[in-house]
């Protein structure tokens, strides 16, 4: 599945967006899908999942300002980020991974967009 990320931008703090990542080649039905994001100088790391069933998971520290929803008959997936700090800056990728089961690590993710960077200014 070719993932593509969009929605990003510039933003000022305590603003929102909402990125969408498309899918083609496959059909996201049967498929987790999650948000990754590299801030610069670090290392990429998990933001939120959902499952083909629906059942999201967030990183602990941000799931009061993120929603991830999806929209199977758009083979489309949503993050929809509010309350925006300047830590948030970051490029943000979606993955996908064949199952219904979300998971943290990058490495168990089959297929990734080319990201989409959203910068936050104070």
């Known amino acids: 599945v070719q993932l593509q990320a969009s929605g990003g931008g510039l933003v000022q703090a305590g603003g929102s967006l909402r990125l969408s990542c498309a899918a083609s080649?496959?059909?996201?039905?049967?498929?987790?899908m999650g948000w990754f994001r590299q801030a610069p100088g670090k290392a990429r790391e998990f933001i939120a999942a959902?499952?083909?069933?629906?059942?999201?998971s967030y990183q602990d520290s941000l799931k009061e300002r993120l929603t991830i929803s999806r929209d199977n008959s758009k083979n489309t997936v949503y993050l929809q980020m509010t309350s925006l700090k300047p830590e948030d800056t970051a490029i943000y990728y979606c993955?996908?991974?064949?199952?219904?089961?979300?998971?943290?690590?990058?490495?168990?993710?089959?297929?990734w967009g080319r990201g989409t960077l959203v910068t936050v200014s104070s």
């Open positions: 993955a996908a991974r064949y199952g219904n089961d979300w998971a943290h690590y990058e490495a168990d993710w089959d297929s």
């Open positions: 959902i499952s083909f069933s629906g059942s999201a």
């Open positions: 080649g496959r059909t996201l039905y049967m498929y987790a």
